[in-house]
């Protein structure tokens, strides 16, 4: 009797999912705007996916066909999707597309995305639940899933459904929400269920500002910087951070936890200084005892110092996959990410540090002294090897090595620079 009753109130909160996307599209998206600008981010960025996930080697060396299979799962209104696609397309890369949603009405506008940019080609799309049909697509190299597990009835069944899916060097990345930069998110959604609010639609959003609106400033949620969907996001928005019925969110503890129950290790979070104390904290006191513990441990303890985190974006691969992300040796070629090299190693050279902010918070690092002239050397094709034969005169190799590695692992944890290795020829 109870599993039939679990059951019951699953199949019913997917409904209610279901009908909460077909109303209003997440994020909501406007096909035209493809020409004018291609949203990027995290997770789903190709050179992070290749960095964090492949070690820094070329992902189609390692399949027979040359080409790589991806799933976005729960894609909604195409972010993930036309972000790798197009990548793809930049990079040559031949990779199938599989998207997964669903919402007929967030795929409508996912597809006509696509066609805008006439990537149709190697997109293939699917109206369902990807917890039903992952494995029938797969196996994949890369499977995207941002802000989708955490909407499931059953999240661990989804991420074990996208595990079971996964080649064994595969990867994916995702994004679920996070506890503590929510502040006040589910003081308001438990507000709309103890005052048995409508149960959907126009008539719930309608209630929904009624309630946000009368809400005095001292409400955590006013009182909330961190998030601001239910500002700039439009209806869709508003909607999704306050008025969703199926929502949870994670603290870094249950993140690694729902992460190795699905057979998978946390490989990064974006952005792994967002998960470091020395962040945070300057006291030697404080340090000695935070950073000398186990990677989750020191990334808990992060979040709890932080307190802005309102999602955690990380990447993953099975438990047996032992890939680690590249270090910088000489063969490996350092690029940039995000960031224009030049402009960087301007700014570098007038201050001697670079000032990182994220969601609220700034943070200044001091660069070594040779940053400038390492940075303006990278043109995403050099090698370390070759970027030090550069110099003339040139350093002591030992001392170059270490400047740039003081300076890459400001950079790299900042999420501004990643390494690869060459193409084999
Ligand atoms: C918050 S939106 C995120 C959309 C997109 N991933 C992004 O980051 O822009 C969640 C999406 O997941 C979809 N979704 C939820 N559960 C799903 C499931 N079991 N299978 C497929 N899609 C699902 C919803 O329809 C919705 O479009």
């Given at each position: 009797?109870?599993?039939?009753k679990?059951?019951?109130?699953?199949?019913?909160?997917?409904?209610?999912?279901?009908?909460?996307?077909?109303?209003?599209?997440?994020?909501?998206?406007?096909?035209?705007?493809?020409?004018?600008?291609?949203?990027?981010?995290?997770p789903?960025?190709?050179?992070?996916?290749?960095?964090?996930?492949?070690?820094?080697?070329?992902?189609?060396?390692?399949?027979?066909?040359g080409?790589?299979?991806?799933?976005?799962?729960?894609?909604g209104?195409g972010?993930?999707?036309?972000?790798?696609a197009?990548?793809?397309r930049?990079?040559?890369a031949?990779?199938?597309?599989?998207?997964?949603?669903?919402?007929?009405?967030s795929?409508e506008?996912?597809e006509?995305?696509i066609?805008?940019?006439n990537l149709?080609?190697?997109?293939?799309?699917?109206?369902?639940?990807f917890?039903?049909l992952?494995?029938?697509?797969?196996?994949?190299?890369?499977?995207?899933?941002?802000?989708?597990?955490?909407?499931?009835?059953?999240?661990?069944?989804?991420?074990?459904?996208?595990?079971?899916?996964?080649?064994?060097n595969?990867?994916?990345?995702?994004?679920?929400?996070?506890?503590?930069g929510?502040?006040?998110?589910?003081h308001?959604?438990?507000?709309?269920?103890?005052?048995?609010?409508?149960?959907?639609?126009?008539?719930?959003?309608?209630?929904?500002k009624?309630?946000?609106?009368?809400?005095?400033?001292?409400?955590?949620?006013?009182?909330n910087?961190?998030?601001?969907?239910?500002?700039?996001?439009?209806?869709?928005?508003?909607?999704?951070?306050?008025?969703?019925?199926?929502?949870?969110?994670?603290?870094?503890d249950?993140?690694?936890?729902?992460?190795?129950?699905?057979g998978?290790?946390?490989?990064s979070?974006?952005?792994?200084?967002?998960?470091?104390?020395?962040?945070?904290?300057?006291?030697?006191?404080?340090?000695e005892k935070?950073?000398?513990?186990p990677?989750?441990e020191?990334?808990a303890?992060?979040?709890?110092m932080?307190?802005?985190?309102?999602k955690?974006?990380?990447?993953?691969?099975?438990?047996?996959n032992?890939?680690?992300?590249?270090?910088?040796?000489?063969?490996?070629i350092?690029?940039?990410?995000?960031?224009?090299?030049p402009?960087?190693?301007?700014?570098v050279a007038?201050?001697?540090?670079?000032?990182?902010?994220?969601?609220?918070?700034?943070?200044?690092?001091?660069?070594?002294a040779?940053?400038?002239?390492?940075?303006?050397?990278?043109?995403?094709?050099?090698?370390?090897r070759?970027?030090?034969?550069?110099?003339?005169?040139r350093?002591?190799?030992?001392e170059?090595?270490?400047?740039?590695?003081?300076?890459?692992?400001?950079l790299?944890a900042?999420?501004l620079m990643?390494?690869?290795?060459?193409?084999?020829?």
């Amino acid at each position: 009797m109870p599993d039939n009753k679990n059951s019951a109130d699953a199949v019913q909160s997917s409904e209610k999912t279901r009908d909460q996307y077909e109303t209003y599209p997440y994020p909501a998206r406007d096909p035209e705007d493809e020409d004018k600008r291609l949203i990027s981010g995290s997770p789903g960025n190709w050179d992070e996916v290749v960095h964090y996930i492949f070690g820094g080697r070329d992902p189609s060396a390692q399949t027979k066909s040359g080409k790589i299979k991806i799933l976005v799962a729960g894609g909604g209104t195409g972010d993930a999707l036309v972000m790798l696609a197009q990548q793809a397309r930049d990079r040559k890369a031949k990779a199938d597309i599989i998207y997964i949603d669903l919402s007929e009405s967030s795929r409508e506008i996912a597809e006509a995305r696509i066609k805008r940019r006439n990537l149709e080609k190697n997109v293939t799309f699917v109206t369902g639940s990807f917890v039903d049909l992952a494995s029938e697509y797969g196996p994949f190299d890369y499977i995207d899933c941002c802000g989708v597990l955490h909407h499931l009835p059953d999240p661990d069944a989804g991420l074990r459904a996208l595990a079971d899916a996964l080649k064994p060097n595969g990867g994916m990345g995702l994004m679920v929400y996070g506890e503590l930069g929510r502040q006040g998110v589910y003081h308001m959604q438990e507000m709309m269920e103890r005052l048995n609010a409508e149960a959907g639609g126009a008539r719930r959003l309608h209630f929904g500002k009624a309630l946000f609106n009368s809400l005095p400033g001292t409400n955590w949620l006013k009182r909330n910087p961190f998030v601001g969907d239910h500002i700039h996001g439009g209806d869709a928005g508003f909607y999704d951070l306050l008025l969703h019925q199926q929502d949870r969110a994670y603290r870094v503890d249950e993140v690694f936890d729902f992460v190795e129950k699905a057979g998978l290790r946390l490989q990064s979070f974006i952005e792994p200084m967002r998960y470091d104390p020395t962040t945070y904290c300057s006291r030697h006191d404080v340090l000695e005892k935070a950073v000398h513990v186990p990677f989750r441990e020191r990334s808990a303890l992060a979040e709890l110092m932080a307190g802005n985190i309102t999602k955690h974006i990380f990447y993953v691969v099975k438990a047996k996959n032992k890939i680690k992300a590249p270090v910088p040796d000489e063969d490996t070629i350092p690029f940039f990410n995000r960031v224009d090299g030049p402009t960087l190693a301007r700014s570098v050279a007038k201050s001697g540090n670079i000032k990182i902010t994220f969601t609220g918070l700034s943070v200044t690092r001091t660069m070594p002294a040779a940053s400038p002239a390492i940075l303006s050397r990278i043109d995403g094709k050099r090698s370390i090897r070759q970027i030090y034969e550069m110099f003339d005169p040139r350093p002591e190799k030992f001392e170059f090595n270490a400047q740039f590695a003081v300076m890459y692992s400001v950079l790299n944890a900042a999420n501004l620079m990643y390494l690869r290795y060459p193409k084999k020829k």
